[in-house]
């Protein structure tokens, strides 16, 4: 990570890092100040500040809005931004309108009649809202669609409408999934076979049971500019388990980096607690690197032996605080958990406000049991912007705690 990445965002411990990173102390903050706190939740909603893609912030700037009294209005103008601006009030919208906010149901609907990204607009809220809540919206739809020099794709609501959409090529079949396992192993090593070709038998044997046949074949499934390993090497590898690990031995040491990397990987998943303290340093590493991708899978190595990786905690721990990449702090919190678990009281609280689904899974299971935190996991219960597992397991932890007064 370089140091513009380390300034981009706040200080981890600052109301504005905590809500750029979707920390649950960050919304905690927030309701004790709202008037302070509204110009900086609508900067984390304007501005992308996810690490990647697989981060959530949807349903956690949805529930600042709401929790904080403030108007959806800034939200609604996004919309009239650029695609990916657009994209990112759409989430926060639907959700809000989901929760009974009219302006926001309104603002998405007012986009769909006059505004640029009308379609990204229409087929996002026909694939979560209520039937009721858009299909008034077809004579509209009907009317601007004609304009558009391409049909739509077909999905709701065009379906639903009657529209003519687009026709998906036929795909050649592809009989891989008819080939014997021999068969599948002889494209593999047959040098005349192509990138694609050999990627599609690999995912063709990952669904199928390990064959240790392949293991002799891994030096020679790397791409064809050698840069890194064919798509679902990896996935196969996984299933081999233990098998893999006298080949891993060789493979950690070659020179390229990529098979380097998969006898490593191999090794730390299979070998006992002699790895302890590689797996540290590599954590270590990664924290000095500030590298954000990719730590999480250190942390569930070092989950398996327990206490005995005891010596990890401190930077689990730092990488739980500081992280901008949401998706990996329920792995670090997990990892705390096997190891250590002293302390975690409070952590798995905050996660019950988290961005993260997962995150908020950990604090139904795992926060103590406390007039906050069954408040907390009641609303999450009740609350039509959840996602229906964390409501689910809100609603069966709620009736345990209940069930022992």
Known sequence: MSDDDETRYAHHDSLLGLLQRGRGLGAVRARQDPAAAAPLVYDVIRRDWRWDGVDDRGLFHARLLRDLGLSPAPVVAQLAGDEDACMRAIDVLELLALGGCDEAREGLRAHVREGAHWIRVLESVADRWPVAWWEDLEEAARYRIRAEEDLPWPCEPWIRFGVETRVFPALPAEALDERSGEELLALLADTRSGDGTKSGALRELARRAPDEALIPLVPSLGTSDGRRSLPALTRVVEGLGALAVPAARRWAQDEREWLARLGADVLADHLGPEVIPELVSELRDQWRER??????????????????????????????????????????????????????????????????????????????????????????????????????????????ARSQL
């Not at 005995?308 to 998706?327: C, G, K, Q």
């Not at 250590?340 to 103590?368: F, K, M, N, V």
């Open 291 to 400: 590298a954000w991708c990719g730590p999480d899978s250190t942390a569930k190595r070092l989950a398996r032996f327990g206490p005995d990786a005891a010596e990890a905690v401190p930077v689990l721990r730092r990488f739980w605080l500081h992280t901008p990449h949401s998706w990996e702090r329920p792995v670090y919190l997990e990892a705390l958990a096997a190891i250590d678990r002293g302390g975690l009281d409070y952590a798995h609280t905050e996660s019950l406000w988290d961005c993260e689904e997962q995150a908020r899974l950990l604090g139904i299971a795992e926060a103590p049991d406390h007039p906050e935190t069954l408040d907390r996991i009641v609303m999450l219960r009740d609350d039509p912007m959840e996602e229906a597992e964390v409501r689910a397991a809100a609603g069966a932890r709620f009736e345990e």
